[in-house]
């Protein structure tokens, strides 16, 4: 459904070195993007596959990135063992706090997941649907 997600950064390497830590327990890879015109970006991909695709970018327009309220990013995660490993890797790398891994039922049976604040405030949240 979804060809690719984007969220802003006022500091590309640290925001890479934030991403590479949380979603590489998730099985996704950054990889090289061919500058289209664009502000410059960083990409995370499925191994083996050429979408869908998350982003960071520095904002076109030039102004300050800044988190959307109500905005977030979901990832799937193989297992709750990898929810884990990236919330705690995402904490490491800069990330806050904003929903400790564990059982989430009201969302559904086996639901099981975390929820971090990237640094520059963009909300991730890490799923397994098990």
């Known amino acids: ?4 997600v984007t969220v802003g950064t006022n500091d590309m390497e640290r925001a890479a070195t934030f991403y590479d830590a949380v979603l590489t327990p ?3 890879e950054r990889r090289a993007v061919e500058p289209d ?3 410059a970006a960083r990409c995370w991909i ?8 998350f982003y960071v970018y520095e904002p076109f327009d030039v102004a300050k990135a800044t988190a959307g309220n109500g905005a977030m990013v979901a ?3 193989a297992s709750a063992v990898a929810v884990n490993a990236a919330y705690r890797a995402g904490l490491s790398f800069g990330g806050r706090d904003a929903g400790a891994p564990g059982p989430r039922p009201h969302y559904g049976d086996g639901y099981y997941g975390a929820y971090l604040r990237d640094p520059d405030g963009n909300k991730v949240h890490i799923v397994f649907r098990g």
């Not at 499925?46 to 695709?53: E, G, H, S, V």
């Open 37 to 39: 015109g664009g502000p």
């Open 46 to 53: 499925a191994k083996d596959r050429p979408l869908p695709r």
């Open 26 to 28: 998730l099985g996704l």
């Open 75 to 77: 990832f799937d995660a």
């Open 1 to 4: 459904m979804f060809s690719h």
